[in-house]
């Protein structure tokens, strides 16, 4: 039986990705930063599905514990995904440097600290599959996304980079958009309901992608053509528009 990390396990869509990677017979290791909110999952999951699953503290932001997080973990995962981040008000942020570094030491530096940890493991060994989650936000840069977006399409660019490094080494690299996604981090946000998803919808979504080999994928599928319709606005144009 395989075995999937989880980075960011106490997250809504990590939970939903755990649990549907549990119903197709896959281990999990659940890895947050505060694990001891996981025990009621970890069981579920253990009962639900009838898989193993263990639960790990790792903190995104604590880059000099993460050689030692990846080489305790027993087994070694098949699977590794990235699922922490953090959004936070980007007028705040703006603002003040503290909030705008946070940001992009969670969304971008976490994720390649970790990552490249997990790469060089599974490229040795010429197996294995790393899935980041991303965010349509880092597909253009816009004043209501200022912070968030750019750590994205750091991120974005990392995974692409990394797809392309790993290639050769039989090791997949799956990049996942999504939209909006109904979650604690969006709480407070008023969110569209036809473009927005439930974790659920993401989590089947990001399976069916996985299995599938898919290099990019966006969850729900029409926001690829809503991106591409923004990324084709005119630097000129988009500059005055309110996004
Ligand atoms: N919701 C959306 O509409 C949406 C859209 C596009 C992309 N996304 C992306 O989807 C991912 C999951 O977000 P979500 O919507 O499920 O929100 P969420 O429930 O707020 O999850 C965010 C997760 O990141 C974890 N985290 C933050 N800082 C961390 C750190 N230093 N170390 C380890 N974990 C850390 C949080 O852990 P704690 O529980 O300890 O705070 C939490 O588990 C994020 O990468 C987000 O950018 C979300």
Not at 3 to 28: C, E, H, P, R
Not at 151 to 168: M, Q
Not at 220 to 227: L, S, T, V
């Amino acid at each position: 039986m395989e075995t999937v990390l989880i980075l960011g396990a106490t997250s809504d869509i990590a939970i939903a990705i755990a649990k549907k990677f549990a119903s197709q017979k896959y281990n999990i290791q659940l890895a947050a930063r505060k694990p001891e909110q996981l025990e009621a999952v970890q069981s579920d999951i253990k009962i639900r599905y009838g898989v193993d699953c263990s639960v790990h503290a790792f903190d995104a932001l604590q880059y000099h514990t993460h050689n030692l997080f990846f080489e305790g973990l027993a087994p070694k995962p098949d699977i590794t995904i990235s699922i922490f981040g953090i959004m936070d008000e980007e007028e705040d942020a703006f603002n003040n440097w503290e909030l705008t570094q946070r940001m992009i030491n969670t969304n971008y530096t976490g994720a390649v600290s970790i990552l490249n940890i997990a790469a060089k493991y599974y490229i040795g060994r010429k197996q294995g599959a790393i899935i980041g989650i991303s965010s349509v936000a880092g597909d253009r840069g816009r004043a209501s996304k200022l912070i968030y977006g750019s750590s994205k399409a750091a991120f974005n660019a990392y995974l692409a980079g990394l797809r392309n490094k790993c290639f050769k080494g039989n090791v997949h690299v799956m990049t996942v958009k999504p939209g909006f996604v109904y979650t604690r981090m969006t709480e407070n946000m008023p969110l569209p309901k036809p473009l927005t998803s439930t974790t659920a919808q993401v989590a089947d979504i990001v399976y069916g992608g996985f299995e599938k080999k898919k290099n990019v994928i966006y969850v729900k599928w029409f926001w690829r053509y809503i991106m591409l319709i923004i990324k084709n606005i005119p630097e000129f144009q988009f500059k005055k528009m309110k996004l």
